[in-house]
């Protein structure tokens, strides 16, 4: 059986990408005041960066649940016995704590491994598509988790930003 890929979405892996390469993309969720959305499910990139702009709220982002990473991880226990979780920064989200917590709930099904890639959108998506294609080219769990280990300090993000006024609001 092959290996099961799982990201979530701060990866910026567009879902062709994550179909073609068999990645499963977790959601945050992102809230603007009240209203709250499944980011790339229930809410598209475009529609983020507009409300951005036009909204009076600030958005916050909500780590996934336990709940659905055990979901996915069930779902694919049915598909395979090796499970690689790469997720964003753990500095920046409870996102691979809620993996970690989920993993002791499910894996006596499977064998799960959890990495924090301790960076954040194509920095992170770059060493997810190279974790998929190993799986493709034929990698046990082992291998994909060591090459991921590898890649992560060769990894670096570097952003541009029109204003720095969005970055202030952040802290």
Known sequence: MTVKIIT???SDITSDIAQGLGITVV?????FGQESFLDRVTMTTD?????LTHDANWPK????PP???????NKLAEETDEILVIT?????????QSALAA???VEEKCRIEVIDSLTVAMGL???VIAAAKAVQAGANLDEVADLVRRAMPRSHLIAFFDTLKYLAKGG
Do not use: C, H, N
Request: glycine share 8%.
């Open 8 to 10: 979530d979405s701060l």
């Open 103 to 105: 993993k002791s709930m």
């Open 47 to 51: 529609e983020f960066y507009y409300r």
């Open 125 to 127: 998506g770059l060493i």
């Open 67 to 73: 709940g659905d990473f055990v979901d996915v991880y």
């Open 88 to 96: 964003l920064s753990a500095k920046l989200s409870g996102t691979y």
């Open 27 to 31: 959601p945050l969720t992102v809230s």
């Open 61 to 64: 982002t909500t780590q996934p």
